[in-house]
């Protein structure tokens, strides 16, 4: 696929997978994106998972036919990126790994190569040509190795896996908008790079001034006609930006809890608040944890379960505290039978993320009913 005379597509969409990771739900599908950047040397930006080796290849020879690739160029060692130096290598024997120091302990421990490695650092430039690329270290978004390769000719950002997404890209890789990306940007940032909102405030810092024109990600869309609104949706990511509204997340064994959930969210409504409605047992939770990343409100329910959180919703809080999510004000409900402890542990895990806590929490024993159960003792509370 021909992004411009220079830069060609050779990745690939991944429609079998079911969990990302073997965590995070891809019902639309995700990309593996590689790109060759074609000169009088050829340099192939980043490879792909395991599984593609062979489509990897022919669409790389589709497009240099005999030619060779001069340089393998490593943003980011995740498997999903890099599964195939070692092919790569062996299919082209002479060509020169460039990466960053950081990388050079993955690349042996992951593909065993440690030969005919060119090592670069901030700010370096590798000329292929007409076409220079120019390296910029971005650590921590999201491992400690990762960076951005930058070629001003063409004004575009091999940007690993910043402003990526989940979902396969359409024919061609290039979309008009972000508008259609947004939701699985978002989940994607939430899930997996969501720890690390101040190392994304810095790359940002670092790469704005460089006058991208287009940013070619690890996965989903490679962007060019909204750059200022994909700057502009991870800047609020990774900067806790947060709209006016309320997600509510929750789990129920037996469905009292869910009747209490359903209760708020309608009182809410009522109200003219968004609301956003998880169910943490028929869902994944990332689809909580990317409204959670949009919102300044989050309610959760749990009934009391051996004494503590209902497993779901306790993976679900300590999902929140595992990426730092801070500042959010918070309410917590939930039945019981006989010991009504999970919204005191709630109450708990809320202070420890320095959340505000609006409301005491409400339980209520056994089945639940109106009388049992005043939504709007949290509601009210909230306009």
């Given at each position: 696929m021909k992004i411009s005379d220079k830069i060609r597509y050779v990745g690939m969409n991944?429609?079998?997978?079911?969990?990302?990771?073997?965590?995070?739900?891809?019902?639309?599908?995700?990309?593996?994106?590689?790109?060759?950047?074609?000169?009088?040397?050829?340099a192939l930006i980043d490879t792909a998972a395991a599984a593609f080796k062979d489509e990897f290849l022919s669409n790389?020879?589709?497009?240099?036919?005999?030619?060779?690739?001069?340089?393998?160029?490593?943003?980011?060692?995740?498997?999903?990126?890099?599964?195939?130096?070692?092919?790569?290598?062996?299919?082209?024997?002479?060509?020169?790994?460039?990466?960053?120091?950081?990388a050079v302990p993955m690349i042996e421990g992951y593909q065993g190569l440690t030969d005919n490695i060119k090592?670069?650092?901030?700010?370096?430039?590798?000329?292929?040509?007409?076409?220079?690329?120019?390296?910029?270290?971005?650590?921590?978004?999201?491992?400690?190795?990762?960076m951005v390769t930058w070629c001003p000719e063409e004004k575009t950002a091999f940007s690993g896996d910043a402003f990526g997404c989940?979902?396969?890209?359409?024919?061609?890789?290039?979309?008009?908008?972000?508008?259609?990306?947004?939701?699985?940007?978002?989940?994607?940032?939430?899930?997996?790079?969501?720890?690390?909102?101040?190392?994304?405030q810095a790359a940002l810092r670092k790469v704005s001034p460089l006058g991208i024109e287009r940013i070619c990600p690890t996965h989903g869309p490679v962007w060019e006609k909204d750059i200022?609104?994909?700057?502009?949706?991870?800047?609020?990511?990774?900067?806790?930006?947060l709209?006016?509204?309320?997600?509510?997340?929750y789990g129920s064994m037996y469905g009292n809890t869910a009747k209490a959930a359903q209760a708020i969210a309608q009182e809410l409504e009522n109200k003219g608040i968004t609301v956003k409605l998880h169910d943490l047992c028929e869902e994944n939770y990332s689809y909580a944890l990317a409204d959670v990343?949009?919102?300044?409100?989050?309610?959760?329910?749990?009934?009391?379960?051996?004494?503590?959180?209902?497993?779901?919703?306790?993976?679900?809080?300590?999902?929140l505290k595992a990426r730092g999510v801070k500042n959010r004000r918070f309410a917590a409900f939930g039945s019981y039978t006989w010991a009504g402890m999970s919204v005191k542990l709630l109450n708990a895990l809320a202070a420890e993320m320095q959340f505000e806590t609006v409301h005491d929490g409400l339980s209520f024993a056994q089945g639940y009913s109106a009388d049992k159960f005043n939504a709007s003792e949290i509601v009210d509370l909230l306009i």
């Open positions: 991944d429609r079998q997978t079911v969990l990302f990771e073997h965590q995070w739900p891809v019902p639309e599908g995700v990309s593996y994106n590689s790109y060759l950047v074609v000169d009088e040397k050829i790389i020879k589709e497009e240099i036919g005999d030619r060779k690739i001069d340089y393998l160029v490593v943003n980011h060692m995740e498997p999903d990126h890099s599964a195939l130096q070692a092919v790569i290598r062996n299919e082209y024997p002479d060509c020169t790994i460039v990466t960053n120091a950081k090592v670069i650092k901030e700010g370096e430039t590798l000329s292929l040509g007409g076409t220079t690329l120019q390296f910029y270290m971005i650590p921590m978004v999201h491992w400690p190795e990762t989940f979902r396969a890209v359409p024919e061609g890789c290039l979309v008009d908008g972000i508008v259609d990306f947004k939701e699985e940007m978002t989940r994607y940032y939430a899930s997996i790079v969501g720890k690390y909102g101040q190392t994304v200022p609104e994909v700057f502009g949706w991870y800047d609020r990511l990774s900067a806790a930006k709209e006016r509204g309320v997600t509510i997340a990343f949009l919102y300044d409100t989050l309610i959760v329910g749990s009934p009391t379960y051996n004494a503590g959180i209902f497993p779901p919703v306790q993976s679900f809080m300590e999902a």
